[in-house]
């Protein structure tokens, strides 16, 4: 499986889920690489951002900020590998994060399976655009996904960004939960339009605001807050940044 690669390591680490559903959750983090969009804001474009590759980055003006050299921020472990890795961390909740963790489902279906021949306490969601339909094997062993869908914000066009036969899966599954990163009253009713016309229930979804900074996601929370209270749907924040601010593997 090829996963990000941090300080010359697979990035695999233990800390707890920041966002969503399972907020608050202590939980490994496997970080795949690779990624099926480009959003101009993501903070983890070092698994698509490759060099020789036409897509902007916001972070494309700040000096020093150059594309990255696929070799050298991708790690390729077997199963075993990585199992040998995550057996000796004293956790047994996963992230599978990217990335877009579903371009590599055959692997993390054999990562699962094997994880839990180990023990079946072993809890899986993974975080997903919502582009990539999992296959039934996959879906099986799945505890949640957290279908990070997006915008018209993350300069994807439509045709890449929304797929319907995959909005319609994520819309139908007990094990889904939607997270849209809100910025503007723009986003907010591109998210409501998305709802309507996929027929995604309100306490399904949360809304995060947009930021990498806790100044910048204080700022947006007390109008998102008052969204999601006429909306029905859930707020949630991005803990980690409050902990940590915007860092790598923690
Ligand atoms: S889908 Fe996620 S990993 Fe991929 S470019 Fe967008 S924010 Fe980054």
């Not at 300080?7 to 907020?23: C, L, M, V």
């Not at 094990?175 to 309100?202: G, N, W």
Request: hydrophobic share 30%; proline share 4%; charged share 25%.
């Amino acid at each position: 499986m090829k996963l990000a690669k941090l300080n010359g390591k697979p990035e695999i680490f233990y800390s707890i889920q920041g966002e969503g559903k399972s907020i608050g959750k202590p939980s490994i983090f496997v970080r795949t690489s690779l990624c099926n969009l480009h959003c101009i804001w993501c903070d983890t474009d070092y698994t698509w951002n490759w060099e020789s590759t036409p897509f902007p980055h916001e972070n494309d003006a700040k000096p020093g900020y150059s594309k990255f050299k696929k070799s050298e921020y991708i790690e390729e472990l077997t199963t075993e590998q990585i199992v040998d890795i995550l057996k000796e961390i004293p956790c047994k909740n996963l992230v599978l994060t990217g990335g877009e963790p579903l371009l590599q489902q055959t692997e993390l279906k054999e990562l699962m399976a094997a994880l839990r021949a180990e023990d079946e306490n072993y809890w899986f969601e993974t975080e997903t655009n919502g582009t990539i339909i999992p296959s039934d094997e996959f879906d099986s062993l799945i505890n949640q996904y957290n279908v990070s869908a997006k915008l018209s914000n993350s300069n994807n066009s439509v045709s890449l960004r929304e797929k319907p036969e995959a909005y319609t899966f994520f819309s139908n599954n007990e094990k889904a939960v939607f997270k849209f990163v809100v910025a503007t009253k723009t986003d907010l009713e591109e998210v409501t339009s998305l709802m309507r016309k996929y027929e995604i229930s309100p306490e399904t979804v949360f809304l995060m605001p947009e930021g990498t900074t806790a100044d910048k996601l204080n700022e947006k929370q007390q109008w998102l807050v008052e969204a999601c209270k006429h909306l029905g749907t859930n707020y949630t924040d991005r803990l980690h940044i409050h902990i940590y601010g915007n860092k790598r593997g923690v």
